[in-house]
């Protein structure tokens, strides 16, 4: 059965930092290029951050050498290094395939304020 379960989230304050992870079952993991999206209510979510199977990285443009993206293949996880969060990184942070979306999973709240 497929399921990705996401961890992590928190109330920082701006410039703080946190690390997602995600844990994905019922796929073979290591074949597939795994990605962070986010949302803010009434908006689509965004691509955040991907890595290929192999290890290449890719990230929004908002993301300006904030964020780390990284996986374990051997854990079937994919985690996210977030630093000097700032208040419009506030958003449920999800993690899916890049291509071939399984069903979304609830997401992990980030929230960033003073």
């Known amino acids: 059965q497929v399921h990705q379960e996401e961890s992590g989230g928190g109330l920082v304050q701006p410039g703080g930092s946190l690390r997602l992870s995600c844990v994905v079952s019922?796929?073979?993991?290591?074949?597939?290029?795994l990605a962070w999206y986010r949302q803010t209510p009434g908006n689509e979510r965004e691509l955040v951050a991907e890595?290929?199977?192999?290890?290449?990285?890719n990230y929004g443009d908002f993301v300006k050498g904030r964020f780390t993206i990284s996986r374990d293949n051997a854990k079937n996880a994919v985690y996210l290094e977030m630093n000097n969060l700032q208040s419009e990184d506030t958003a449920v942070y999800y993690c899916?395939?890049?291509?071939?979306?399984?069903?979304w999973g609830q997401g992990t709240q980030v929230n960033v304020s003073s």
């Open positions: 899916n395939r890049r291509v071939g979306k399984l069903p």
């Open positions: 019922g796929i073979l993991f290591n074949m597939h290029t």
């Open positions: 890595i290929t199977k192999s290890g290449s990285t």
